[in-house]
Structure formats: structure tokens, C-alpha cells
């Protein structure tokens, strides 16, 4: 569902997604848009609304609803972010865009393994790969139960004929969340498996 704001606000995007900007109180006939400064289309408020564009890179990606108060960004790209403002007669509004990329593959790597009498240690490390994604925060849960923040555990595995418990990873950004579940530590340690993600 596309991003809603009202005036002045910070606005989250995903990229490939769209975002909303809502003007309030509307009393005047028109608006200039302005990305960066340079102004990108003016819109005359009615029923439809008429917008004239100063810059044809935004043609096919912008639409206004509600007479011209609401202007939606589609397909956003990451050059997209940045400081939106909407000008009428002694009114000025501002909006600040943040883009990010949806999380893609998320990995879960067996970083170390120490096995002595039977009992295994492993360390495993979590990784969303890919650039754009803004903050990754990382959880663990083991049988569906939230167990450790941060990307590294230790897990203990003793004798084989103990039931494994799952461990799942979790990635969220600000526009999306991932994750990926380990059956078997030794498994994965021993290079037989790399998880399956949803």
C-alpha cells in the first residue's frame, strides 16, 4: 500500500513502489512542485486537475488525485530521495523522501564450528546482501520463540539423536522484512545446506 503523508513530514519509499504527498487546506488555484529546487510540474486544482510539466522524466511516473492535492510517485527509483516542496500563494509545503531497496536473498553462513565429546559448538552469521537497504536490524528465534538480536549466534548441538530445534533468521529494513530458517547447524556447517528463505 503506498506511503501517506501530510505536510512537512518524512516519507519512507521502497524502490519499485510509490508514496502519496497530501496538501491540507487548499484554498488557492494552483501549486508548483519542486524536487531539489528545480521545479518539476505545476498543477492547477479542479476536477480533473491540470498539471503542466517541467520536466518529462516525471510524466509517466506522477499522478494527482483528490483536485490536485494528493500527488503520487510511482515506480520510485533511489534518486527519487530527497526534499519535495509544493509552493501556492504564501504557502509553503515541505516533504522529505527516503528510498530504500527491498531486502533481497538473505544467507546464513556457518562462520566457526568446535566439536569435542560429542557436543558442537557453531557460530552462524546472518546477511542480507545488497546495497540501498538503509538500516538492517537482524533477530533470532529457535522454535518459533524470539531468542537473540543481531546478526552472529552460538548455537550448541549435543548428541544426534536429539530433536533439532529451527532457528530463524529475521532482516527488516525500513520497507521490508525477510527471513530465512536453519533445520541443522551441522548440517549447514558441514556445507550440505544454506537455509530456505520466505
Request: aromatic share 8%.
Amino acid at each position: 500500500s503506498p506511503a501517506c503523508t501530510s505536510d512537512g513530514a518524512e516519507v519512507t519509499g521502497a524502490v519499485g513502489r510509490s508514496v502519496t504527498f497530501h496538501l491540507k487546506n487548499l484554498d488557492k488555484e494552483a501549486t508548483a512542485w519542486s524536487f531539489r529546487n528545480d521545479v518539476i510540474v505545476t498543477v492547477k486544482f479542479g476536477d480533473p486537475p491540470e498539471a503542466t510539466f517541467f520536466d518529462d522524466n516525471y510524466k509517466p511516473r506522477l499522478a494527482f488525485s483528490k483536485n490536485g492535492s494528493a500527488l503520487t510517485i510511482s515506480q520510485l527509483r533511489m534518486e527519487d530521495a530527497g526534499t519535495y516542496t509544493a509552493k501556492t500563494l504564501g504557502v509553503k509545503a515541505t516533504f522529505t523522501l527516503h528510498v530504500y531497496r527491498e531486502l533481497a536473498v538473505l544467507t546464513v553462513t556457518c562462520v566457526a564450528q568446535n566439536c569435542s565429546a560429542g557436543d558442537c559448538l557453531y557460530t552462524l552469521h546472518c546477511t542480507a546482501l545488497g546495497s540501498g537497504s538503509g538500516n538492517i536490524s537482524y533477530s533470532w528465534s529457535a522454535g518459533g520463540l524470539s531468542w537473540q538480536e543481531g546478526p552472529t549466534v552460538l548455537v550448541e548441538e549435543s548428541s544426534p539423536d536429539k530433536p533439532l530445534i529451527p532457528l530463524t533468521c529475521t532482516a527488516q529494513n525500513p520497507v521490508s522484512s525477510r527471513n530465512v530458517t536453519i533445520i541443522s547447524p551441522s548440517a549447514l556447517c558441514a556445507g550440505n545446506s544454506h537455509g530456505n528463505m520466505h
